[in-house]
């Protein structure tokens, strides 16, 4: 299961803190991954973190704005957000990377839990 929290309603070029508890899994064992969907759109790649932290990646579109951590003793995943913009409002889901593939593409990663809402307002 995962549960992602931290959303709300906050002012352009302001800083909003995701978080996302798993649980029934091992979360150590799993790279994590941050995904975003925008109504209309298609839910499209934000960031990830290998299993032991040591390495993150980041869309284009975040890239120096967005900082993804993560505490395996809290089987939690967290997402700064800094210098939002009106293009960044979305539900924000987490994931673990079950794939072998490239972290950024949606199908390596098999489950998904209720989402948080981002809103920024201009």
């Known amino acids: 299961q995962l549960q992602a929290s931290g959303g709300g309603l906050v002012q352009a070029g302001g800083s909003l803190r995701l978080s996302c508890l798993a649980s029934?899994?091992?979360?150590?064992?799993?790279?994590m991954g941050w995904f975003r969907q925008a109504p209309g759109k298609e839910r499209e790649f934000v960031s990830y973190?290998?299993?032991?932290?040591?390495?993150?990646y980041y869309a284009d579109s975040v890239k120096g704005r967005f900082t993804i951590s993560r505490d395996n003793a809290k089987n939690t995943v967290y997402l700064q957000m800094n210098s939002l913009k009106p293009e960044d409002p979305a539900v924000y889901y987490c994931?673990?990377?079950?794939?072998?593939?490239?972290?950024?593409?949606?199908?390596?990663?098999?489950?998904w839990g209720q989402g948080t809402l981002v809103t920024v307002s201009s």
């Open positions: 029934g899994l091992t979360f150590s064992n799993y790279a």
């Open positions: 994931a673990p990377k079950t794939g072998v593939g490239p972290p950024n593409l949606l199908k390596e990663y098999d489950y």
């Open positions: 973190i290998t299993w032991g932290g040591g390495s993150t």
